[in-house]
Nanobody, 128 residues
C-alpha cells in the first residue's frame, strides 16, 4: 500500500513537499515514481528514484525545479517541488514497480508499467 500526503494550494512561485509512504511491501529493488494527472490530460511521469537511491530521472518540464528523494528507513519517497507554476496543478500519485535495471530509463514514465502499487493521489493546486 502507498499513501501520499502533502498536497494543497500554493501560489505560483511557491513550494510544496509531497510524501509517499509504503507499507506491506519489502522495500527492495523498486522504482518509485511520482506521476501527475491534470484534468483532461493523460497521466504523466514526473520523477522516479530507485530504492538504492542511485538512479533518478525527471520529466523535462520539472528539471531544476523538482527534487525526488527517499528515506529507506521510513519507506518513504519525497517530491520537493519549488518554483511551482500553474501548469503543475494536478493530482499527484506515487507508484512502485520492480523494473529490471536495463529498462528503467526507457519505461519509468509509462504508467502502464506499474501494475499494482499505486497511491490514492493528492491534489496540488497552483494559483497564478
Amino acid at each position: 500500500q502507498l499513501v501520499e500526503s502533502g498536497g494543497g494550494m500554493v501560489q505560483a512561485g511557491g513550494s510544496l513537499r509531497l510524501s509517499c509512504t509504503a507499507s506491506g511491501i519489502t522495500w527492495d529493488q523498486y522504482t518509485l515514481t511520482w506521476f501527475r494527472q491534470a484534468p483532461g490530460k493523460e497521466r504523466e511521469g514526473v520523477a522516479c528514484i530507485t530504492t538504492t537511491g542511485e538512479t533518478k530521472y525527471y520529466a523535462d518540464s520539472v528539471k531544476g525545479r523538482f527534487t525526488i528523494s527517499s528515506d529507506n528507513a521510513k519507506k518513504t519517497v519525497y517530491l520537493q517541488m519549488n518554483s511551482l507554476k500553474s501548469e503543475d496543478t494536478a493530482v499527484y500519485y506515487c507508484a512502485a514497480e520492480r523494473i529490471p535495471t536495463p529498462f528503467i530509463q526507457s519505461t519509468w514514465n509509462n504508467p502502464r508499467v506499474y501494475t499494482n502499487l499505486w497511491g490514492q493521489g493528492t491534489l496540488v493546486t497552483v494559483s497564478s
